[in-house]
């Protein structure tokens, strides 16, 4: 796991994840097994297990399932929006834009979503839906945090095109691999595998990410360009 400086907003983040992940022993549990080390373990931990080797991985409940497994499929594509989110943020802590607490927040969310995907219904006990259960607040404070952008931005008269400067185009590129995890999520919702919020949180957020890229542009200076058919 890559070090990095620890800023108030990343130390509350990666302490409420340290706390999520070493509890379970999730598809996320690699980060509690290697990343902290006890106080009667002064060894450092190896990046590597091998328990990977033959394509097999495990969900929270214990299950081995092949890599290409959905439940996977969908980790992987949460996984990839929060790295895209970060990028994205880094753009946008540059223009020094106020939001950026919100995309930390929203980061910390999608290691919930994670946990939550990773504990298959089916197979769940209730220790494990209790500790994996996700909240509805997030999905409330994405549709807060757009009514308010939106009464600042211009009404969207045209389609437009990923574009606005370099924090604005990141921000969409986060948009579009958000609807990606979603449809790769939908699937699981459907089954009853994963909780509906973990499905309504991602379809929102593909909502924000697309509302906070005008509002950068705007704050930016930069104009957005417009779709016009070729002639």
Not at 159 to 182: D, M, N, Q, W
């Amino acid at each position: 796991m890559a070090s990095f400086m620890m800023k108030p907003a990343h130390l509350r983040c990666v302490m409420g994840i340290r706390r999520i992940v070493c509890e379970h022993r999730t598809w996320g549990s690699f980060i509690s097994e290697r990343s902290y080390v006890t106080e009667k373990d002064n060894k450092i931990p190896k990046i590597y297990t091998k328990t990977g080797d033959k394509g097999f991985s495990s969900t929270f409940t214990g299950e081995r399932r092949p890599k290409e497994d959905h439940i996977f499929e969908a980790l992987g594509n949460t996984d990839e929006l929060s790295s895209a989110i970060g990028l994205a943020r880094e753009f946008c802590l540059e223009k020094g834009h106020t939001f950026i607490y919100q995309l930390d927040k929203i980061q910390c969310v999608l290691q919930d979503v994670g946990s939550n995907i990773a504990t298959p219904q089916s197979s769940a006990r209730e220790s494990h839906t209790k500790r994996t259960k996700f909240s509805n607040q997030p999905i409330a404070d994405l549709e807060s945090w757009i009514d308010k952008f939106t009464e600042e931005l211009p009404p969207l008269t045209n389609f437009i095109l990923p574009s606005g400067g370099k924090s604005s185009a990141a921000l969409h590129v986060a948009r579009t691999i958000c609807r990606r995890a979603e449809r790769s999520v939908a699937p699981i919702v459907r089954s009853g595998e994963a909780d509906p919020d973990v499905a309504k949180f991602l379809n929102r957020l593909s909502d924000y990410l697309f509302t906070v890229a005008r509002y950068a542009a705007m704050k930016e200076g930069n104009e957005e360009t417009i779709y016009r058919r070729p002639e």
